[in-house]
């Protein structure tokens, strides 16, 4: 079987550090055209607009869309509208509205949308899902603390409407959390911490309630400096489950666990692969709606100014 012709919108840091060795290491996907004002991939056919690639690359059969999520709409809409499966990452849209808008279309045009969740994909998530199906969480404890200075350095979408701030980071928490709670969990507190000339947050602690009592709380900060913290600390009845960088490494009370050696962004063009196989679509919005939630119920509160 001929792999798929793949095309990339968006060509930044995540591309180059995730996206492009994923690709050409999957053999079910061929790279045959980037759309990017600004970068290029050596040795494959760089245009500047998307309309433009697809006009001049009538054979590309999906894009992964990586432009930041203000402008990724009209990107999957013309995408969608070519008949070409689109996969978004994350967040895949900078509104709800939007992404059902995508959905309905996908489904119109019978094509696969797929939503990536990168960090659903690290290692240890289906581990710490398939443990806590038989050991109830009663206490979850999320601790998401980066440096924004060295992930997004001079990016100023991040701070605009639409770029999510710490959020940004944050959703990863909430895609893995999502992930592995039986229960659906809602926001009942929040307190988001804004820069005083910045118009997304810097850092924000969100407290949740389920249906069934559980204690979930997520600590987000972009201000730490030295080692990043991607921690997640879950209690249960008999277990302490400490899962730590983001997912990569997994200890279950006391005892490190081995993992499964693939890496995320693999997983997710496997993923991808399979849905199109499949005509089938993947398109989960629940850590984007506790973040709009976190918007609508949390307080603004205002701190120093952000350089």
């Not at 050409?24 to 980037?34: P, R, S, Y």
């Not at 924000?204 to 309630?209: H, N």
């Not at 069934?212 to 730490?224: E, L, P, S």
Request: aromatic residues 8%; charged residues 20%.
């Amino acid at each position: 079987m001929n792999p798929l012709k793949l095309a990339i919108a968006g060509v930044g840091k995540i591309v180059y550090d995730q996206h492009l060795p994923a690709i050409l290491g999957n053999k079910d996907f061929e790279l045959v055209a980037t759309a990017s004002r600004n970068h290029t991939i050596d040795d494959v056919p760089g245009f500047t607009s998307i309309t433009a690639m697809l006009s001049a690359k009538p054979d590309i059969a999906a894009v992964s869309l990586c432009m930041p999520p203000q402008y990724r709409y009209e990107a999957a809409r013309e995408a969608i509208r070519a008949g070409k499966h689109v996969f978004l990452e994350k967040p895949p849209g900078a509104t709800l509205s939007e992404v059902e808008s995508l959905k309905k279309l996908a489904s119109a045009h019978a094509v696969t949308l797929f939503a990536s969740w990168h960090s659903r994909h690290a290692p240890a998530v289906q581990l710490v899902k398939k443990h806590l199906a038989d050991h109830p969480p009663r206490k979850v404890r999320v601790i998401w603390r980066e440096d924004v200075r060295h992930w997004h350095p001079d990016q100023e979408w991040i701070w605009m409407p639409g770029g999510l701030g710490v959020f940004d980071p944050g959703i990863n928490a909430l895609s893995i959390v999502t992930e592995i709670l039986a229960s659906d969990i809602f926001i009942s507190q929040a307190a988001l911490e804004f820069p005083s000339n910045r118009q997304t947050p810097i850092a924000a602690q969100l407290t949740f309630k389920d249906a069934t009592g559980t204690d979930v709380h997520a600590d987000f900060d972009w201000r730490q400096t030295g080692e990043q913290t991607w921690d997640i600390l879950i209690d249960t009845d008999n277990s302490h489950v400490h899962l730590k960088k983001g997912g990569h490494e997994l200890w279950i009370n006391d005892a490190r666990c081995d993992l499964p050696a693939d890496g995320e962004y693999p997983s997710l063009y496997r993923h991808f692969s399979q849905l199109i196989a499949s005509r089938s679509s993947d398109v989960d919005v629940a850590p984007l709606r506790h973040v709009a939630d976190a918007f609508m119920l949390g307080e603004h509160v205002v701190t120093d100014a952000f350089i």
